[in-house]
């Protein structure tokens, strides 16, 4: 990996063995982009690739030279107001009502590593080898504005995260409208747009579409991430598939208000955007304050998506999640949640954990209900002390008594909410978001607690570091049920509200930055009323996240696969629910929802007491299952080998480092009759090493199952303990190969 700068020409070039990523100072100063792709040698001068032409009805930047518009030139962080008419990456409103802007490049710094992006989460090195960074320096003459602009190239991977900093070195206030993660000019636009989309128990499904002239966008404007759209887009050629071809994935560490935009103008030239949303976005510079946008990663594969994926994966999972729980196997937990809902007392509690140890499981997780008056969904979030009536140990004598079962014990809050029926509201109304004059929306019947303020992130840190620190408690759900509206902070000023939805994200970021370095052995779950903030964002500090509150295994194909694109197994929690299922009122035989659960975060949600005997055989087999091959599942290569967006039947696998090991899961949905014989061609595996396959005891050779394929008709595999499932509806099958 290397940055070069060529002084004569101006040219930096980042390259690493996979990409090389090109950028120019142009003629009138501003930044250029010329290249984002595979690897290309290096050379002093890459002018040839600044496309220059006379565009009728576009003024000139200069007088004599009418080749030289920005309509149609690639740049590193467009402007609107001058010649380019795209959308812009920065707009900022000047204390004359101006919003123009130039920011003329001055300098570069070239630095091993990678900065730390002060209260944001962002990926990070361990060793300076493993990246190298450049920030351009810019500058605004007539605002006094300096803007830097960071690019860290990874020594592995086509990685490249961005992110800028703005810095009002004038001596007036600012007011910054628009301050993009990201933005890359690409010269074409023979891409297809992939975005992952959904609502509330069916987030993250895959929708494809042809860009054309125009835009196509996916954002938030909801406060979080959110259920709706990721903040994750990916760009690739008409041909390129799971297994080979070229694909740009973009994605935004962030976990609030976000827009993931490709703009193609009528020159056939694209520019992708990523970042905090501009509408809405109101952010106040005084002299020398400064603001740094969220950090925006994107990696380039020529070798197909499942390459792509495995790229984030790798980074995600080692160099963007932290901590004690990084590179660790998650324990198997049972969450009484939609066991129970909030009908339990601790001896009930007991008795369900009881069973849960009895059938292997590692840790028992109480759900909602536990603190205040919260005997529904109307009030106490807010008051984090246990409830004496429905635990008159308190949180600490449950822990305790789950403890001594031999169990770890986890415990759920929702620290950035309360209820009008709480403790916390009627001490501090003027604590939760909303508009004066104007009435609130109560989604829930819950409030959203004004983040951007300290005071309430402190009151909150206290209550749940009490607990923490008294209790024995190993993990934390932290959820986040409804979405901010008539979003205002009674604490800021009227020309500061248009920040409150991003200090409100700062705030988040705070408490948990807080409680994981003082609680480092905790494993913290992020969960948002299910996947309404699975996003990288939180996977800074949460390892984990619930994937979706649809825990049917059916369902859940679509959501883990969707997931799968940007997100590591070990962030998906999935669990094994009771039928008919609870969302979609679905039956699935036992073995599919725990053949789905397995690819991700494993565990149970439900009473296992309630299990038939032969159920809960097969749970304590389950159970052991995942805990001999979870680092195989959690952390291995994953391939996406069939999809359930595509057709009625979904493959995909696990493959160990070594190759030595392998796990393919398959799933029928609906069940046929007189089916043909089929074939899954697998992928990763070593061609020479014959692999014996648990279930039937036959032996295969790597080659023969990557190019002839595993024959997954009936005739020739299956699990025989479960021959009347081969026939039915929402049947699956693990395929377990072992190098012999
Ligand atoms: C939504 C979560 O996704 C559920 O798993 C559960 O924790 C409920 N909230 C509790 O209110």
């Given at each position: 990996m290397s940055i070069l700068f060529h002084d004569q020409t101006k040219t930096f070039h980042l390259f690493n063995e996979k990409i090389s990523y090109i950028m120019t100072v142009l003629p009138n100063h501003q930044m250029g982009q010329l290249y984002?792709?595979?690897?290309?040698?290096?050379?002093?001068?890459?002018?040839?690739?600044?496309?220059?032409?006379?565009?009728?009805?576009?003024?000139?930047?200069?007088?004599?030279?009418?080749?030289?518009?920005?309509?149609?030139?690639?740049?590193?962080?467009?402007?609107?107001?001058?010649?380019?008419?795209?959308?812009?990456?920065?707009?900022?409103?000047?204390?004359?009502?101006?919003?123009l802007s130039d920011f003329k490049y001055q300098d570069y710094k070239i630095t091993p590593g990678k900065p730390a992006l002060a209260g944001l989460p962002a990926t990070y090195t361990e060793a300076d080898s493993e990246a190298e960074t450049l920030t351009l320096i810019l500058k605004d003459s007539v605002t006094g504005m300096t803007l830097h602009l960071l690019y860290t190239i990874f020594a592995?991977?086509?990685?490249?995260?961005?992110?800028?900093?703005?810095?009002?070195?004038?001596?007036?206030?600012?007011?910054?409208?628009?301050?993009?993660?990201?933005?890359?000019?690409?010269?074409?636009?023979?891409?297809?747009?992939?975005?992952?989309?959904?609502?509330?128990?069916?987030e993250r499904h895959l929708i494809t579409r042809k860009l054309e002239h125009g835009i196509v966008a996916v954002d938030s404007r909801r406060g979080n991430s959110s259920h709706n759209h990721n903040p994750f887009v990916i760009l690739r050629r008409p041909d390129t598939n799971e297994f080979q071809g070229e694909a740009i994935g973009f994605s935004l560490i962030y976990s609030g208000n976000f827009l993931a935009q490709a703009e193609t103008d009528t020159h056939d030239t694209t520019r992708v955007l990523l970042g905090i949303h501009p509408m809405g976005f109101d952010w106040k510079l005084a002299p020398q304050e400064s603001f740094q946008t969220p950090e925006a990663v994107m990696v380039y594969t020529d070798s197909g998506l499942n390459s792509l994926s495995q790229t984030f994966h790798r980074l995600y999972q080692k160099r963007l999640a932290r901590g004690y729980w990084r590179d660790r196997e998650r324990p198997v937990l049972n969450n009484n949640w939609e066991a129970t809902y909030f009908n339990f007392t601790e001896d009930r509690l007991v008795e369900i954990a009881s069973k849960a140890k009895e059938c292997g499981v590692e840790l028992f997780v109480l759900d909602d209900g536990w603190f205040g008056e919260r005997n529904d969904d109307h009030a106490g979030l807010g008051d984090w002390i246990a409830n004496p009536k429905r635990l008159p140990n308190g949180i600490t004598g449950l822990a305790q008594r789950i403890e001594d079962l031999g169990l770890?014990?986890?415990?759920?809050?929702?620290?950035?909410?309360?209820?009008?029926?709480?403790?916390?509201?009627?001490?501090?109304?003027?604590?939760?978001?909303?508009?004066?004059?104007?009435?609130?929306?109560?989604?829930?019947?819950?409030?959203?607690?004004?983040?951007?303020?300290?005071?309430?992130?402190?009151?909150?840190?206290?209550?749940?570091?009490?607990?923490?620190?008294?209790?024995k408690v190993s993990y934390i759900k932290w959820d986040m049920n409804r979405s901010i509206t008539e979003c205002y902070s009674h604490?800021?000023?009227?020309?500061?509200?248009?920040?409150?939805?991003?200090?409100?994200?700062?705030?988040?970021?705070?408490?948990?930055?807080?409680?994981?370095?003082?609680?480092?052995?905790?494993?913290?779950?992020?969960?948002?009323?299910?996947?309404?903030?699975?996003?990288?964002?939180?996977?800074?500090?949460?390892?984990?996240?619930?994937?979706?509150?649809?825990?049917?295994?059916?369902?859940?194909?679509?959501?883990?696969?969707?997931?799968?694109?940007?997100?590591?197994?070990?962030?998906?929690?999935?669990?094994?629910?009771?039928?008919?299922?609870?969302?979609?009122?679905?039956?699935?035989?036992?073995?599919?929802?725990?053949?789905?659960?397995?690819?991700?975060?494993?565990?149970?949600?439900?009473?296992?007491?309630?299990?038939?005997?032969?159920?809960?055989?097969?749970?304590?087999?389950?159970?052991?299952?995942?805990?001999?091959?979870?680092?195989?599942?959690?952390?291995?290569?994953?391939?996406r080998i069939l999809s359930p967006f595509e057709g009625n039947v979904t493959c995909w696998m696990c493959v160990s480092d070594d190759k030595k090991q392998a796990i393919a899961g398959w799933y029928r949905v609906l069940n046929g009759a007189n089916l043909p014989f089929s074939r899954i061609r697998l992928q990763g595996l070593n061609p020479d090493f014959c692999y014996k396959e648990q279930a039937s005891g036959a032996s295969y050779y790597g080659d023969e199952l990557m190019n002839l394929g595993l024959i997954t008709t009936d005739g020739m595999s299956g699990q025989p303990e479960d021959i009347h499932a081969k026939y039915c509806d929402f049947d699956s099958r693990l395929y377990v190969l072992t190098a012999e």
């Open positions: 984002f792709g595979k690897k290309i040698r290096d050379r002093e001068d890459f002018s040839h690739l600044l496309e220059y032409c006379s565009r009728p009805m576009t003024s000139c930047v200069f007088e004599d030279d009418r080749t030289f518009s920005l309509e149609h030139v690639k740049q590193e962080y467009g402007v609107y107001g001058t010649t380019d008419y795209r959308r812009p990456a920065v707009e900022i409103l000047s204390s004359n009502g101006s919003r592995d991977g086509g990685i490249i995260a961005r992110s800028a900093q703005l810095i009002n070195n004038g001596s007036e206030s600012v007011h910054v409208t628009t301050a993009m993660s990201l933005c890359l000019d690409l010269p074409d636009h023979n891409y297809e747009w992939m975005q992952f989309s959904g609502a509330w128990a069916r770890k014990f986890g415990l759920w809050f929702e620290p950035e909410m309360t209820n009008k029926n709480s403790d916390l509201y009627r001490n501090h109304p003027d604590w939760i978001l909303e508009t004066p004059g104007r009435s609130t929306s109560p989604g829930r019947s819950q409030h959203v607690l004004d983040f951007s303020r300290k005071e309430v992130v402190d009151c909150i840190y206290e209550m749940m570091a009490k607990i923490l620190s008294e209790a604490a800021l000023p009227a020309d500061r509200q248009g920040e409150v939805f991003h200090r409100y994200i700062l705030g988040v970021y705070d408490l948990y930055e807080r409680l994981t370095s003082r609680f480092p052995h905790v494993l913290f779950e992020s969960c948002a009323s299910g996947g309404g903030r699975f996003d990288p964002g939180m996977l800074y500090y949460a390892p984990q996240a619930w994937a979706s509150d649809n825990s049917d295994a059916v369902s859940r194909l679509k959501i883990q696969y969707g997931s799968s694109y940007c997100y590591p197994l070990s962030s998906i929690g999935s669990h094994v629910s009771v039928v008919p299922n609870h969302q979609v009122y679905r039956t699935t035989p036992l073995h599919t929802r725990a053949n789905t659960a397995f690819f991700g975060a494993f565990g149970y949600e439900l009473d296992l007491n309630k299990l038939t005997p032969e159920e809960l055989v097969q749970v304590k087999q389950q159970v052991a299952f995942m805990k001999e091959y979870r680092r195989l599942l959690q952390f291995g290569t994953f391939y």
